[in-house]
């Protein structure tokens, strides 16, 4: 493969991954969006709604699902490699989606 069609292949691949993640933002955007209230500029009651159904997913089954998730992959990634340092990475991704939200909610709940 001559050195113009790489780097041709190249930059199509860095396009690509650029515009998974604008189109990842742009979701996450409109999905934000879509889940607040429409609210005074004064207060922040539009995005308690958003809050409550983030918490809620992440609290419920769907957090638990994607916590084992975060285990069965980085155990197997990490037996694969024969390096547990990946397991070691799911197991604190697993562990912040399980106990995140309840650090959050008694940070912010501290003052009032």
Known sequence: ???SALATRINEHRAAKLAA???GLAALAVLGLLLAEPSSAAGTAGFDRLYETLDT????SLG???AIGFL?????SGLLRGNL???VVSLGCALALVVGPEIIDSV???GS
């Open 108 to 110: 912010f709940s501290a």
């Open 1 to 3: 493969m001559e050195a």
């Open 21 to 23: 993640r604008v189109l």
């Open 57 to 60: 997913w992440i609290s419920g």
């Open 64 to 66: 638990k699902s994607i």
């Open 85 to 87: 340092a990946a397991a």
């Open 72 to 76: 069965i992959v980085g155990l197997a």
